[in-house]
């Protein structure tokens, strides 16, 4: 399975014009990855501007929806690494997987896999939790 870990775009609450040309251009980059929206799950925190980025990217896949996670939004006392592992378990029926997060949580994920740069916002990595392995893609 692929999982994909997408930041935000840039925001003040709401993603600003700027944020939205970042995932415009992030959601060109997964596009050209040819993945199949009918195998592909699109997991989003519950904060505005993560669930803005993720219509971007739903919009531009055609997904008929994406589904809000706790366990991907800032603040919560949830493990996200753990909680990601889950959730792929549970939903053998997908060959894809993509998170729209923040830095602490995705920052969380990455450095587990000894992944420890920056995540920029709009950023996109993929990860390999059976090699535990991690790398930035976008």
Known sequence: ???FLVRHGD??????ENGRMQISATANFLESLKLDPLKTVLL???RQMA??????IRERFGFN???QKSWLTCGTDEHT???LENFIRDNPQFE???CVSHEPELEEVLRALGFYKTVPKG???EIQLSTGTASRLY
């Open 51 to 56: 669930v803005e980025t993720a219509e971007i």
């Open 96 to 98: 894809t997987v993509i």
């Open 123 to 125: 950023s996109v990595h």
């Open 11 to 16: 925001a003040r609450g709401s993603l600003t």
């Open 81 to 83: 690494k753990f909680c």
């Open 65 to 67: 929806n994406c589904l």
């Open 1 to 3: 399975m692929r999982v």
């Open 44 to 46: 989003t925190s519950e």
